[in-house]
């Protein structure tokens, strides 16, 4: 079984590497699973429910957020009635939508997708370990899910490789997102489940964190704002991470870097053939 | 001219790696010029002067540090009489040792190092940008220096790409440690830099940042402290980048990922034939 | 009904202002409640079971924690064994010990004491807002409880107010510690419940936070520890606030600064008469 | 010589308490000199020049700020024109206005007044004590100046406390500001220096640091935010100390607290007569 997995979509430049690369690659490669973190696509701060539909007709199956999930106050609606849209699962008790869900594959398979946020150098949420651990008790890999995958939205690389190691052999992909560039450490652990710090962005690399650089920089200098952040300009990376996924056991057989277009060295994955 | 930097040297598994590879790598890729950040080469916490000997022995022409400069009170004593040996620049004016210092590479190039230490998430000091500043303006590149390699030791990705684009044209190399973690955003900007979010870490990756993993768990599991942190004891990657220096200009022709054994993908720079 | 609560005991001195007064105050003011946090009794950091018989011995009936709590390690132990030793309730599941529990006062009042920690600038833990509410909502104000206390231990001003808002009209009082300084913000809320942001400390105020001084100085002034951490050795103040509770409602019919002997304002409640 | 220091002005609530209690103030207890801080005065955020000129009408003589100083932009161009108008010392070279001046006061002395910002749990800065060291060097008391004032704008106690002691003997007064909750703390250090951990803000205490308690509270609770922050429209609290200064000295002979109206304890210095 083959999952797909791509990084923050930034701005127009990562909707327009999603929409122009995703539904060929879905297509050639047979992909039967594809998760997107959404979380900066529209304009870099969250997202509409159009950006969200147009993601989905690309191909995503699921996506994901992280602490931007509600920067477009429409989220507040939409989030309830868009089981593919889904939120960090520690937000409070109350928060609109869904953080965890159970999806079918196009290959027919259960995924259950857990999209959940750090504590360290993050805003504070809930237990991130301990709302995994629910998850996965409530629809374990072998049992209810044919593949479990987490998107573990953080910062601090410690937190990330801490969850990998606290599910390993218990769900087949623990990947990081929100620092917006791709790591590459990725393996997979003694237990079987594939890892990547982070996913890295879909969006333009020319830029801080896909937002055109001349603003950050400048705060960096001055300590004070001159602008608002609007998102750079240039063409777009479609960046993650591809899983080669053993039907039997849900653990991961294989994992590979993908990194198609823009400025960043282009990788597709060897076993995509 | 070819440089080699290697980053965060991790524990016994981190020295062991970079004792039994560099001396090969330097000498059949005539490397020019090696920096290694060895901020945790000492059971994970500082660098002691042995240490850093064996280091430099190894081939070294550089170690570089960072938060941990000085977590071995030896090295408040040895920084002053080692001039292969860097702190961050920004630390507090009086602090023991120097933060960027001229080296002789073995082509005769004259290479400027600058360790400096980002802000976002780390500890409170003086301002790196202004430091970097500083530092570049009394040995500009194509004057006083022909090469000059910026180690930026820091967590936060938006605080190193906005350090890279300030310096972009103006530097050969401005390269990310402390996150333990290689990124795979190398590339050249458009100003001819070459640029890395983080070199990753010479250790164990089978680890939390290559230190025994079941503390760290632990910790994020209870908030409570168990046991002390120690280095994991697993075999070590090699962890770096590789750029080619365009000896004219100082500025980058190329630059790729170097990982070499442990758990990370395998990679040699193309371009070191 | 009498209540009075004292702030964080830092070291010696603080121990000994509370052996040396605390015995009278009960007796002379016929105190009915009194609640203290040792969070850094023993030396600076956490408190070991002899000094907890030593406070309560003194005439405390509960004695609260935060971040320290568990400093000394023979409190994981204890804790589960001493129902008046409070640890932050809002701690993972699993911590050895309680956060809340219910006491009667020498007037016979049931007394709800809930020790809570904050978590703007401190470690990540669970949501304390949730976690009051849990815990007021199981034994609430006029029903299982004739008063109820609130130790929020936190550094933020903001997340304390908010809290106490939270709570205005269901608790007899929200009193912060953790930061080491009282703070003159006393008040009655427009619900009826008291209010103070901090309670101070009972240490030396000749310090910085009760230890001495010399090292914390020398630590903001290099960035590099030179020693440990430890008590002031001066006189301590006794330091906190009394409250006057309407038996009939839970709510606080008064409250004023105590602070007692050593550097500070000398101030007794004029309600004690 | 008689000194007063005011805590953050927040809002209408803020302008309007200094506005009518100020004048009667100085002119009744003949003060020689007042420092207010101003950085929350334009509607919760920053300050405009109309506000700083009533401000200065009202009878202060200098008004210092803080992370706050641009908030207003208009902030950017009149901070240069400004004499009176601080911001802190150590904000970037570059920054506009100035962080530290000399006044003569009413009585004819000269007094130095710095405002700094803290580090810890703040914005990052450069060296605010290295920056003090420069400002009181440059013009030391006894010398040029007859009167030193220090406005610590900062988070944490632990970093006011510090700075207190670095300048204990040297400087008239350290006062934080920053948290807007006063601080109970006041004394003379062993050096002659008077202290205070915060002077607290001049606002609606009925608040959340003198903001509509109504959002602060929601966003604890759900972490979304749901509308701007708005000052709270409630009667204001002067708040704030008093210093008694010695003019041979131009070191503290008392110090005490001021709190006028609104929701605080009502405080005047046992020294005004
Ligand atoms: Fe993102
Ligand atoms: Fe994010
Ligand atoms: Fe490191
Ligand atoms: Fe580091
Ligand atoms: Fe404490
Ligand atoms: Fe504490
Ligand atoms: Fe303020
Ligand atoms: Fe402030």
Same mark, same amino acid.
């Given at each position: ?22 539904? /060929? ?31 989905l007709d690309a191909g995503a ?47 027919? /398979? ?18 991130p370990f301990a709302a995994l ?13 044919? /593949? ?126």
């Open positions: 079984m083959r999952l797909l997995f791509l990084g923050d979509i930034v701005g127009r430049p990562g909707r327009a590497v999603v929409a122009d690369r995703l539904p /060929a690659l879905v297509e050639r490669h047979r992909l039967d699973f594809v998760v997107i973190n959404g979380e900066n696509a529209a304009g870099g701060f969250g997202i509409t429910e159009e950006i969200l539909q147009d993601v199956d699921v996506v994901t957020t992280g602490n931007h999930a509600f920067d477009q106050r429409e989220a507040l609606v939409f989030a309830e009635r868009q089981p593919r849209f889904l939120r960090p699962v520690n937000f409070p008790s109350g928060t609109p939508g869904r953080g965890a869900n159970l999806f079918v594959a196009r290959n027919g /398979a259960r995924v259950l997708v857990v999209n959940v946020m750090g504590r360290v150098f993050m805003d504070a949420l809930d237990d651990e629910r998850e996965i008790s409530a629809c374990p890999l072998g049992e209810q899910a044919d /593949a479990i995958v987490v998107d573990f939205h953080a910062e601090a690389t410690s937190e990330k490789q801490a969850a990998a190691h606290y599910l390993d052999g218990r769900v087949t992909l623990v990947v990081g997102t929100h620092t917006h560039v791709p790591t590459a450490d990725h393996r997979i652990l003694p237990g079987g489940t594939a890892y990547q710090s982070d996913a890295g962005m879909c969006g333009d690399y020319d830029s801080v964190l896909g937002m055109d650089k001349e603003e950050p920089v400048r705060r960096f200098l001055t300590k004070i704002p001159s602008a608002r952040f609007s998102p750079a300009s240039g063409s777009g990376t479609l960046c993650g991470l591809a899983v080669e996924i053993d039907e039997s056991s849900g653990l991961a057989l294989a994992v590979a870097p993908v990194s198609i277009g823009g400025a960043l060295e282009q990788r597709l994955p060897p076993f995509w053939g």
